[in-house]
């Protein structure tokens, strides 16, 4: 219905593209205001008239027209309103098209995600959650736009704390104890080596050493870091199962360490690289920067160097038309050093291929979580947590629910990554039990609860069938026409959230169907004895259904049937 619009007004409007008509049509905030209007305040310059004469003459050369009822002239603005009956066709029609929501703008091209990436030998914590929740949501918006999206764990896999880790070990750790605390295990002797380190300051060049030996293949360093590395990834997994996030490659930092060279000599040959206290920089104080530091005194590769290789790799690799990195706000220097440098080497494509993505804190204050030893928060624990927590309210409110251990792990893991993405994901992020698993509030289990109750209203309705005739002419109630329109940004909805990077908007969205849905089905009878009422209010309850699964589908969070 909108191009049609479009259309009517491009032909009668002089140096407008329908790119920009469309940009400029907005859609009122009230039905007594239209279906669409179009702001005549642009063309007062070009058309040297006033903004409500432009208005009243273009709605002059439109005259009728069969599908409006009628258009307004309001000030500046050209309310068109639509023909109920037509536009509700138009709305249904779209809205029960297949991958509606969806397009093919991506076909043919690759989008590489860096996301997740934690740091082997040490916790999955709640900052990584956030990255993992947020990557995984971009990758399906990505994908349902058409593009082919290439998820990348970029493991933090190398570096000089593996060789204090194998000097830890070898003094004070045992096989079993690695072997049945895992991680945590890790960690503490991370914290003894500091620990000693600090009376004994011999042992930071013996962990040097040992990082050294890993760096020129040392067979027994090796393997005691692949072990470390084994161990680590079995427990990250065990946390991707639970949030049901996937990836196509695990290519930690250690994979680029045999591509490092080729970067300094690439920097070298372009006459970048410089010396600065032992160190080889590239000096990027013209960008008013730190330093991007290329490899350390020893000559050891570090974080951006690895990253630079990474990017080369990936270029060549997958020909991506961008490449996007989630991590937290802390690391904006270090990536718009990395990116000037890929610039500096002659690639223009670094100015908009290459995208930070940072995110905003999570803050724990106020919500009681489990914590191991030491106090350290595994984001495995949190989804426990609220698995547990949401088994225990589904058992009260539906105690007669069959698959409740079920659902309860949907509702649960639904909880926490709703409550990451349904803010700006620049916002920090406040958790607290009551917030997140509040069943009437801006939350996940409200959005599922409402695609439940759709659920259990469509398997009521014994002889529906989505790919019935509706009798468009029956649905009339305000409330169902404003429901049918929120479902009907869906399209817009995704587009933006891919265009900001920002799954926040499919995650409001999604609370705005619910609203809609929920005052709908307050105010309107569904289950009446007209069979064609009837099976037009299923038929928007479907539609609500479906629109609602496939928002959640985009956040990663799974739609049960009933709760
Ligand atoms: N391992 C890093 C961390 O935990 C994140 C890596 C992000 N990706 C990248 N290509 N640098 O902070």
Same mark, same amino acid.
């Given at each position: @219905?909108?191009?049609?619009?479009?259309?009517?007004?491009?032909?009668?409007?002089?140096?407008?593209?329908?790119?920009?008509?469309?940009?400029?049509?907005?859609?009122?905030?009230?039905?007594?205001?239209?279906?669409?209007?179009?702001?005549?305040?642009?063309?007062?310059?070009? @058309?040297?008239?006033?903004?409500? @004469?432009?208005?009243?003459?273009?709605?002059?050369?439109?005259?009728?027209?069969?599908?409006?009822?009628?258009?307004?002239?309001?000030?500046?603005?050209?309310?068109?309103?639509?023909?109920?009956?037509?536009?509700?066709?138009?709305?249904?029609?779209?809205?029960?098209?297949?991958?509606?929501?969806? &397009?093919?703008?991506?076909?043919?091209?690759?989008?590489?995600?860096?996301?997740?990436?934690?740091?082997?030998?040490?916790?999955?914590?709640?900052?990584?959650?956030?990255?993992?929740? !947020?990557?995984?949501?971009?990758?399906?918006?990505?994908?349902?736009?058409?593009?082919?999206?290439?998820?990348?764990?970029?493991?933090?896999?190398?570096?000089?704390?593996?060789?204090?880790?194998?000097?830890?070990?070898?003094?004070?750790?045992?096989?079993e104890a690695v072997e049945k605390d895992g991680i945590s295990e890790l960690m503490k002797?991370?914290?003894?080596?500091?620990?000693?380190?600090?009376?004994?300051?011999?042992?930071?060049?013996?962990?040097?050493?040992?990082?050294?030996?890993?760096?020129?293949?040392?067979?027994?360093?090796?393997?005691?870091?692949?072990?470390?590395?084994?161990i680590?990834?079995?427990?990250?997994?065990?946390?991707?199962?639970?949030?049901?996030?996937?990836?196509?490659?695990?290519?930690?930092? &250690?994979?680029?360490?045999?591509?490092?060279?080729?970067?300094?000599?690439?920097?070298?040959?372009?006459?970048?690289?410089?010396?600065?206290?032992?160190?080889?920089?590239?000096?990027?104080?013209?960008?008013?920067?730190?330093?991007?530091?290329?490899?350390?005194?020893?000559?050891?590769?570090?974080?951006?160097?690895?990253?630079?290789?990474?990017?080369?790799?990936?270029?060549?690799?997958?020909?991506?038309?961008?490449?996007? /990195?989630?991590?937290?706000?802390?690391?904006?220097?270090?990536?718009?050093?990395?990116?000037?440098?890929?610039?500096?080497?002659?690639?223009?494509?670094?100015?908009?291929?290459?995208?930070?993505?940072? /995110?905003?804190?999570?803050?724990?204050?106020?919500?009681?979580?489990?914590?191991r030893n030491?106090?350290?928060?595994?984001?495995?624990?949190?989804?426990?947590?609220?698995?547990?927590?949401?088994?225990?309210? !589904?058992?009260?409110?539906?105690?007669?629910?069959?698959?409740?251990?079920?659902?309860?792990? @949907?509702?649960?893991?639904?909880?926490?990554?709703?409550?990451?993405?349904?803010?700006?994901?620049?916002?920090?992020?406040? +958790?607290?039990?009551?917030?997140?698993?509040?069943?009437?509030?801006?939350?996940?289990?409200?959005?599922?609860?409402?695609?439940?109750?759709?659920?259990?209203?469509?398997?009521?309705?014994?002889?529906?069938?989505?790919?019935?005739?509706?009798?468009?002419?029956?649905?009339?109630?305000?409330?169902?026409?404003?429901?049918?329109?929120?479902?009907?940004?869906?399209?817009?909805?995704?587009?933006?959230?891919?265009?900001?990077?920002?799954?926040?908007?499919?995650?409001?969205?999604?609370?705005?169907?619910?609203?809609? +849905?929920?005052?709908?089905?307050?105010?309107?009878?569904?289950?009446?004895?007209?069979?064609?009422?009837?099976?037009?209010?299923?038929?928007?309850?479907?539609?609500?259904?479906?629109?609602?699964?496939?928002?959640?589908?985009?956040?990663?969070?799974?739609?049960?049937?009933?709760?």
């Amino acid at each position: @219905m909108k191009n049609k619009i479009i259309d009517l007004l491009a032909a009668q409007i002089e140096g407008m593209s329908k790119e920009d008509i469309s940009a400029t049509i907005e859609i009122p905030p009230k039905p007594e205001m239209g279906d669409f209007a179009f702001p005549c305040f642009r063309l007062a310059k070009t @058309m040297h008239k006033a903004p409500n @004469m432009i208005a009243a003459d273009i709605k002059e050369a439109i005259g009728d027209v069969d599908y409006l009822d009628r258009i307004e002239v309001k000030g500046a603005y050209l309310n068109f309103f639509v023909k109920t009956e037509v536009f509700v066709k138009s709305m249904i029609e779209a809205a029960n098209s297949e991958n509606f929501g969806g &397009s093919d703008i991506g076909e043919g091209k690759n989008i590489c995600l860096d996301y997740s990436s934690p740091n082997v030998a040490k916790n999955f914590h709640v900052g990584h959650l956030r990255t993992t929740i !947020i990557g995984n949501s971009l990758y399906k918006i990505f994908s349902k736009l058409g593009y082919n999206a290439i998820r990348i764990n970029h493991l933090g896999d190398w570096g000089t704390q593996f060789g204090k880790l194998i000097v830890a070990y070898k003094a004070w750790g045992s096989k079993e104890a690695v072997e049945k605390d895992g991680i945590s295990e890790l960690m503490k002797l991370y914290v003894k080596f500091h620990e000693e380190a600090d009376k004994n300051p011999e042992l930071v060049d013996e962990a040097r050493a040992w990082f050294a030996k890993m760096e020129h293949g040392d067979e027994e360093a090796l393997s005691i870091w692949q072990w470390f590395k084994d161990i680590s990834l079995v427990e990250y997994k065990r946390t991707y199962d639970l949030l049901g996030v996937d990836f196509d490659y695990y290519l930690g930092e &250690s994979f680029y360490r045999d591509k490092c060279q080729e970067v300094v000599d690439k920097i070298t040959e372009a006459g970048l690289l410089k010396e600065s206290e032992g160190a080889m920089i590239v000096d990027l104080s013209e960008y008013d920067m730190a330093p991007c530091i290329i490899t350390k005194k020893d000559g050891s590769s570090i974080y951006a160097t690895r990253d630079l290789a990474a990017i080369f790799y990936r270029k060549k690799t997958y020909n991506f038309c961008k490449c996007l /990195y989630v991590t937290g706000q802390e690391q904006k220097l270090h990536f718009a050093q990395v990116f000037k440098v890929v610039e500096l080497l002659g690639n223009e494509w670094a100015k908009d291929q290459l995208v930070h993505i940072p /995110y905003g804190l999570v803050s724990l204050e106020g919500a009681k979580l489990s914590t191991r030893n030491g106090n350290i928060i595994y984001a495995e624990d949190i989804l426990h947590d609220a698995i547990e927590k949401s088994l225990e309210i !589904i058992t009260e409110k539906s105690p007669n629910l069959e698959n409740k251990e079920e659902v309860a792990k @949907m509702v649960g893991v639904g909880s926490v990554l709703f409550n990451d993405l349904y803010n700006q994901r620049i916002k920090d992020v406040s +958790f607290s039990w009551d917030k997140v698993l509040n069943f009437d509030g801006e939350t996940g289990p409200y959005v599922q609860y409402t695609h439940a109750r759709c659920s259990s209203v469509v398997r009521l309705a014994e002889n529906f069938d989505p790919s019935n005739e509706v009798d468009f002419s029956v649905i009339t109630e305000p409330d169902a026409i404003f429901l049918l329109k929120e479902i009907n940004r869906f399209p817009k909805v995704v587009l933006d959230a891919a265009d900001k990077y920002e799954p926040s908007i499919v995650a409001r969205f999604s609370v705005d169907v619910a609203q809609a +849905f929920n005052k709908f089905y307050n105010s309107t009878r569904i289950n009446v004895p007209e069979e064609n009422v009837k099976n037009a209010r299923v038929m928007l309850t479907y539609l609500t259904k479906k629109t609602l699964s496939d928002a959640l589908e985009l956040l990663g969070i799974q739609a049960p049937e009933a709760m």
